[in-house]
T-cell receptor
Framework: DQQVKQNSPSLSVQEGRISILNCDYT??????FLWYKKYPAEGPTFLIS?????DKNEDGRFTVFLNKSAKHLSLHIVPSQPGDSAVYFC????????????FGTGTRLTIIP | NAGVTQTPKFRVLKTGQSMTLLCAQD?????MYWYRQDPGMGLRLIHY???????AKGEVPDGYNVSRLKKQNFLLGLESAAPSQTSVYFC?????????????FGPGTRLTVL
């Protein structure tokens, strides 16, 4: 039972254009969402997060949008750069003192120069 | 600061052998976690610890044991390795369970069980 789903295993985007990565979840108890970025042979690193009390959070070139009624979030990267090529994981957790993150299966983003 | 380190980076075992993976963090984090990553499965939580001397089961705990004797170390043990345990193992740590506390990951251990 995959509670966090990333339905696109891979995505290719031209350098300078917008990259949009999508994530859907089924558990209505999830209240806090995170995106992690992973390069080959390295551990995931935290990128950006959003609480359910917001519908948007920005950090430089990265913006996360949350549509709680649709149980959907997306990560926008503008403009896309070659260094953004990586695997991106969406993760979710309840907001109340629960330490366990549930991860999606990841989307491999390739930025084409 | 080294952050989160994992030992070893690679290991090949034969079925039935045992081994221990070591995770160390120097950020004074209370919480530590062990995950495994398999193709098409994302990261799945094996065991976690909310403080020195405590451990708890995650999503896929069978075949693994853990210990947290010191705050900075979290050990993952395989008593009798099976080919199904071939995976990449990641350790992570965080300050606590607050929603604002991101998890910091180590570089991973690639384990192959023949």
């Amino acid at each position: 039972d995959q509670q966090v789903k990333q339905n696109s295993p891979s995505l290719s985007v031209q350098e300078g254009r917008i990259s949009i990565l999508n994530c859907d979840y089924t558990n209505s108890m999830f209240d806090y969402f995170l995106w992690y970025k992973k390069y080959p042979a390295e551990g995931p690193t935290f990128l950006i997060s959003i609480s359910s009390i917001k519908d948007k959070n920005e950090d430089g070139r990265f913006t996360v949008f949350l549509n709680k009624s649709a149980k959907h979030l997306s990560l926008h990267i503008v403009p896309s750069q070659p260094g953004d090529s990586a695997v991106y994981f969406c993760a979710a957790k309840p907001d109340f003192g629960n330490e366990k993150l549930t991860f999606g299966t990841g989307t491999r983003l390739t930025i084409i120069p | 600061n080294a952050g989160v380190t994992q030992t070893p980076k690679f290991r090949v075992l034969k079925t039935g052998q045992s081994m221990t993976l070591l995770c160390a963090q120097d950020m004074n984090h209370e919480y530590m976690y062990w995950y495994r990553q398999d193709p098409g499965m994302g990261l799945r939580l094996i065991h976690y610890s909310v403080g020195e001397g405590t451990t708890a089961k995650g999503e896929v705990p069978d075949g693994y044991n853990v210990s947290r004797l010191k705050k900075q170390n979290f050990l993952l043990g395989l008593e009798s390795a099976a080919p199904s345990q071939t995976s990449v193992y990641f350790c992570a740590s965080s300050y606590g369970s607050s929603s604002r506390n991101e998890q910091f990951f180590g570089p991973g251990t690639r384990l192959t069980v023949l």
